[in-house]
């Protein structure tokens, strides 16, 4: 989206992507792009309309990459809810989502703390901490490896092993990562196939009341899930509960940082962790858009896109657009967590991980600025910060 825009101005969208926003509502609610050969769509109203509407779906993978021509790989890939379509994605959704209900996690909470805390414990007396390394990229690694279920000890292999299939890309139509690294994805998925099935033989080694607990135990009675799609399933929880998380807090330690109200808000109770939590995701979503394809020719706000055209759902811009047509003090809930069939299963946890993150840095610091300019990732699709170096005070405990 910004990679024909000079390098200044990238910097500037990335940091303010509203004028980015502004200047696409101008455009209207949708038009279509040359150069990304999409249709984009900004309007909040029209965003909630395509993500609900169950004619256009999930882009699948390049037919002829090796994702689709080899069985092993394409059933790793069917397996995956993004790519599932109608009662397949219901099945996998449902093999799952009771671990991600708000009951559930309210039972978890607990377990998100102390694991918060830990983190934390480890930095202080540090007044100087870069707070993407040092608690963006732990924090979740911790909480979503409890809730999957992977034991301790290899939750920090397990991330890397998901973000080498990840950057392996070529996981949808339309992207050609160099062949290095697709074959490097590829050798990632069987080791991490390998570590699945040597847990599920020896589901001892889980952690309690999890994914992968549910699904060894529903296997014991003679139903469940195929071993590729526990693959799938454990990779695609594992990336979306790691990758936004870790976008989101690192944007909420920015807002704490920068904005002097927030902090003492908190720690006062003036200020409620959740309505923050909000206001970061509308202004900031971590995943910036989505896309999907039309499987059949649709009449879209005037416009008719044609069957196997693709489709740019701006969720930041759809929040934009939203944001300005609210009341003030209005609490939105946006499109950060996306809308319809692929709405994110784990958009509670990530809201009430955000919720918790708030009110113990509110606890245990009493001071917190910027010790030096953040910087951002290059990228704009899931977009958040690189570094984060602060400066903080810790209370005593």
Do not use: K
């Amino acid at each position: 989206m910004t990679a024909s825009l000079p390098q200044a101005v990238r910097h500037v969208l990335l940091q303010r992507p509203a004028l980015l926003y502004e200047r696409m509502l101008r455009q209207g609610p949708m038009h279509w792009s040359e150069q990304a050969q999409s249709w984009v769509v900004v309007g909040y109203d029209l965003a909630r309309a395509v993500l609900r509407d169950n004619r256009f779906r999930m882009p699948a993978p390049d037919p002829h990459s090796v994702w689709s021509t080899d069985p092993e790989l394409n059933a790793f890939m069917r397996g995956m809810m993004l790519q599932a379509e109608g009662a397949r994605h219901q099945a996998l959704r449902r093999a799952v989502a009771q671990r991600f209900t708000p009951r559930m996690l309210r039972a978890r909470r607990s377990r998100i703390v102390d694991a918060l805390h830990g983190i934390l414990d480890g930095l202080q007396p540090a007044t100087r901490i870069e707070a993407v390394a040092d608690l963006s990229v732990p924090f979740p690694v911790a909480v979503v490896g409890d809730v999957i279920g992977i034991p301790r000890t290899q939750r920090d292999e397990v991330s890397d092993l998901c973000r080498r299939i990840s950057s392996g890309g070529g996981l949808v139509g339309g992207v050609r990562p160099p062949t290095q690294a697709v074959d490097d994805s590829i050798t990632a998925v069987g080791e991490l196939g390998d570590r699945v099935r040597g847990w599920l033989a020896e589901p001892e080694l889980l952690e309690a009341d999890s994914v992968l607990t549910d699904l060894h135990a529903t296997r014991a009675h003679g139903g469940g899930l195929t071993d590729a799609e526990i693959v799938a399933v454990v990779f695609s929880l594992h990336l979306a509960g790691h990758d936004t998380s870790r976008n989101l807090f690192s944007a909420l330690a920015h807002r704490l940082a920068t904005d002097p109200a927030v902090l003492p808000g908190l720690a006062r109770a003036d200020l409620d962790a959740s309505a923050v939590v909000s206001a970061v995701l509308i202004e900031e979503p971590p995943l910036t858009f989505t896309a999907r394809m039309a499987t059949c020719d649709v009449e879209v706000a005037g416009h008719q896109v044609r069957a196997g055209q693709r489709v740019r759902v701006m969720l930041g811009a759809a929040n934009h657009d939203l944001s300005q047509r609210a009341r003030p003090h209005e609490q939105l809930d946006g499109l950060a967590f996306g809308e319809g069939m692929h709405v994110c299963l784990g958009s509670h946890l990530a809201r009430e991980e955000g919720a918790l993150l708030l009110d113990v840095l509110a606890a245990r610091w009493s001071a917190v600025r910027l010790a030096e300019e953040p910087r951002w990732n290059p990228h704009f699709l899931v977009r958040g910060l690189a570094a984060l170096p602060l400066e903080v005070a810790w209370t005593a405990r």
